[in-house]
């Protein structure tokens, strides 16, 4: 079964901090990994895209890479501010245009002043 | 960038009564939309994949027949959840896959989701 296991689940972090969300997933083949921020009572919002042969991707504070050997992605994100606090979430999708989807629990970041 | 609507944001009715939901592309054509089922802490679960012009797709364990999905055109599908009930309270999100290349392609956009609450 297709998995994609995230981590930590839950994350606390200081403003001005930096910190590292990882994403392991078991999809193969699979056409791309997305990272999603998702805000409370809000629909998720793309962060990042990335194919098979991509290794990073950044978006602002933003730093996504992917090791397609070991089936890792992390989501980076640099001098957190209080409006990261939010659920990220992982999605890997199989390849083909009726590839599904597979989403990860998402972790949720806490940032406190 | 691609923008999806979804509408209404919230609603509020009455056990037994039905409630329609709308998912919109905003600048772009849609051939697929998705709608997905929210329960607090845990990820998004899909509910059903819609095809333009052709008959929805459910995931195992939904019911068809409760949450009928119409797919009319390329930048609009409804999902109507009928006869609800209380346990139907959840947090309903669209997203819409396009035909163009880019990443239209790859169902990027997420509508803002639908909090339904069933009293």
């Known amino acids: 079964k297709n998995q994609v296991e995230q981590s930590p689940q839950s994350l606390i972090i200081l403003e001005g901090k930096n910190c590292t969300l990882q994403?392991?997933?078991?999809?193969?083949?699979?056409?791309?990994l997305r990272w999603y921020k998702q805000d409370t009572g809000r629909g998720p919002v793309s962060l990042t895209i990335?194919?098979?042969?991509?290794n990073t991707k950044s978006n602002g504070r933003y730093t996504a890479t992917l090791d397609a050997d070991t089936k890792q992605s992390s989501l980076h994100i640099t001098a957190s501010q209080l409006s990261d606090s939010a659920s990220y979430i992982c999605v890997v999708r199989g390849v083909g245009r009726a590839g599904k989807s597979t989403f990860g629990d998402g972790t949720t970041l806490t940032v406190k002043p | 960038g691609a923008v999806v609507s979804q509408h209404p944001s919230w609603v509020i009715c009455k056990s037994g009564t039905s409630v329609k939901i709308e998912c919109r592309s905003l600048?772009?054509?849609?051939?697929?939309m998705f709608w997905y089922r929210q329960f607090p802490k845990q990820s998004l679960m899909l509910m059903a994949t819609?095809?333009?012009?052709?008959?929805?797709?459910?995931e195992q364990g939904v019911e068809k027949d409760k949450f009928l999905i119409n797919h009319a055109s390329l930048t609009l599908s409804t999902l109507t959840v009928t006869s609800a009930h209380p346990e139907d309270s959840s947090f309903y999100i669209c997203?819409?896959?396009?035909?163009?290349?880019?990443?239209?392609?790859?169902?990027?956009?997420f509508g803002q989701g639908t909090r339904l609450t069933v009293v």
């Open positions: 819609s095809n333009e012009g052709s008959k929805a797709t459910y």
């Open positions: 600048d772009f054509q849609a051939t697929t």
């Open positions: 997203s819409a896959r396009g035909q163009s290349g880019g990443e239209m392609d790859t169902e990027a956009f």
């Open positions: 994403c392991n997933y078991t999809v193969s083949p699979f056409s791309n």
């Open positions: 990335m194919t098979f042969s991509e």
